[in-house]
């Protein structure tokens, strides 16, 4: 097979795709691409980019080439070895019952199989697929993609999506939403009584507010519905199944809707707990503990979403109402309603999907704005009851053990030294966090990144797939427009050519007595090599 990554003096961007004998064109986004189909195995990429005098090329044979050198020590190897990795499609990659982008789609798939990745992660919306009515499911668009993956020879991780996506637009079923416009306490609501449509409320759970079913008896209808359509795939192309928890499909509350008034730092957040049904228990819960006055409502002293934690007192570093009674009170019941959410939800996909082989997956975010105070509000307000007293994670972990599911977590892109001072942010250390809490409870993490063209982005998503943060799988989200981009395909073919192989020092690599070369060629495992040519 040969991947090329080819850097000409264009302007125009051009994609060589030699997989076939046909010539078409499509796009992703903003970028036309050009596909040229003459010699199989093989597909090069061509940008206007240029370094100095030299042009970027990257290759990979398919053909049997010479076996990667031994290396004194494997270590590294081993450690990257275990994890594999996937490449996310667009979230629009359907609608309607269509694929969008379908020729895109298809060279996209083939040139990931000939960079030696494992396979796509599939974001299948409950929006798109019940879309018109409850029970009336359309999935023909995601069976076209799971042929496709399994044609190109590919693994399929897929992930159900039970919210809204704001960008790309892809809300929740319309029926839902009709519902909603005379029920909104089906929603989320902030202490103006502003409702959050972007999932249903965790406190409607068990009710039955969607035409006489409770949201978890349409979830697992959705589900049962989805094993049925893709029982020829499941367990042999699919392996992986992701259930959406929340916003973003992450385990948490919508708390964060914006940035504080510089609009770069990020708000402290705000606690969800004013619908209706969250009120009535946290009434309930305040009288069980005979404090019925605790439990009027959140906090009075709590910032709004947009403000800093400065903003009032209720996070104040020493002497803030978290650290009070009440403080206590209220953040255990508030995280405690979040922990039992997930657990309904991962024990209804551990139960339907019992007898498939495919892992259970459940995301769970990284809140690291605010990590650096002693009361960490990012985390307090999305329902993670984690402070510098407090290790919070540890019962979030042990839920996900308890249903034997495994945990996604974003922002391994992400390192400390490129956060805002201001925001007092430290992902690092929260994701060492939540990795010890995962290991000590046995729990597989599998990882994400949270933007394309984070500074040092990918070298820390391989700091973290070297450390104990990663043992499962990543999922690089995603391909289109910016991930075939000149500004970043040839960098990613070259993380992945380094994750294939161990450190070699120049004495390592093979060279032909006698003779010398203009080209520096690395061979790696999974065959790809690096070519610098001159001009």
Request: hydrophobic share 35%; charged share 20%; glycine share 8%.
């Amino acid at each position: 097979m040969e991947v090329s990554a080819i850097r000409s003096c264009s302007q125009a961007t051009n994609l060589k795709t030699e997989l076939g004998f046909k010539d078409s064109r499509f796009s992703f986004g903003k970028f036309n691409e050009k596909l040229f189909f003459r010699k199989p195995n093989s597909v090069s990429f061509q940008s206007p980019l240029r370094r100095g005098k030299s042009w970027l090329r990257i290759t990979a044979q398919a053909a049997q080439s010479d076996p990667l050198p031994k290396s004194k020590s494997s270590t590294k190897s081993k450690t990257l070895n275990r994890v594999r990795l996937f490449a996310g499609l667009p979230l629009d990659v359907v609608s309607g019952g269509t694929v969008n982008q379908f020729r895109a789609i298809s060279a996209g798939l083939k040139a990931l199989k000939l960079l030696g990745l494992e396979g796509v992660e599939l974001p299948i919306w409950w929006g798109v697929v019940e879309h018109e009515s409850m029970g009336k499911y359309d999935w023909s668009g995601y069976l076209t993609i799971a042929e496709m993956v399994r044609k190109a020879g590919l693994k399929l991780h897929v992930t159900l999506c039970f919210h809204a996506s704001s960008q790309p637009k892809i809300p929740l079923p319309e029926w839902v939403l009709d519902i909603g416009k005379t029920k909104s306490n089906i929603f989320f609501k902030d202490q103006a009584g502003k409702p959050y449509r972007g999932c249903l409320s965790l406190a409607v759970d068990e009710l039955a507010v969607l035409n006489g079913k409770t949201p978890m008896q349409v979830y697992q209808d959705f589900c049962e519905s989805f094993k049925s359509a893709f029982s020829a795939f499941i367990g042999s192309t699919i392996m992986g199944i992701t259930m959406g928890l929340g916003p973003d499909g992450e385990l948490r509350y919508p708390s964060h809707r914006g940035f504080a008034k510089s609009d770069t730092v990020p708000g402290a957040g705000e606690f969800q707990c004013y619908d209706k049904n969250m009120l009535h228990l946290l009434k309930q819960h305040a009288e069980a503990c005979g404090k019925p006055k605790w439990g009027l409502g959140g906090p009075h002293d709590a910032p709004a979403n947009s403000e800093l934690p400065t903003a009032n007192t209720f996070f104040k570093d020493h002497g803030g109402s978290w650290e009070s009674p009440y403080g206590d009170f209220f953040l255990s019941w508030y995280s405690s309603q979040l922990i039992a959410h997930g657990d309904r939800l991962l024990s209804l996909a551990s139960s339907v999907f019992s007898d498939s082989a495919v892992n259970i997956f459940g995301k769970v975010p990284l809140m690291h704005s605010w990590h650096g105070t002693r009361s960490h509000p990012s985390e307090l307000t999305a329902g993670f009851y984690n402070t510098a007293t407090r290790k919070g994670y540890e019962e979030v972990a042990e839920m996900f053990a308890r249903n034997s599911c495994k945990i996604i977590l974003p922002g391994m892109d992400q390192s400390d030294k490129y956060q805002l001072k201001e925001s007092l942010s430290s992902p690092e250390s929260l994701l060492a966090e939540i990795g010890t809490a995962c290991n000590k409870h046995g729990v597989g993490i599998s990882g994400q990144n949270s933007t394309i063209g984070a500074p040092d982005g990918l070298k820390q998503i391989k700091k973290n797939m070297l450390s104990e943060n990663l043992n499962d799988s990543f999922i690089f989200q995603r391909i289109g427009a910016q991930f075939f981009a000149p500004e970043h395909f040839p960098l990613f073919i070259e993380f992945v050519r380094k994750l294939n192989q161990p450190e070699l020092h120049s004495g390592n690599l093979p060279t032909k007595e006698g003779t010398t070369t203009a080209t520096d060629s690395v061979h790696t495992r999974s065959n790809l090599s690096i070519h610098m040519q001159s001009a």
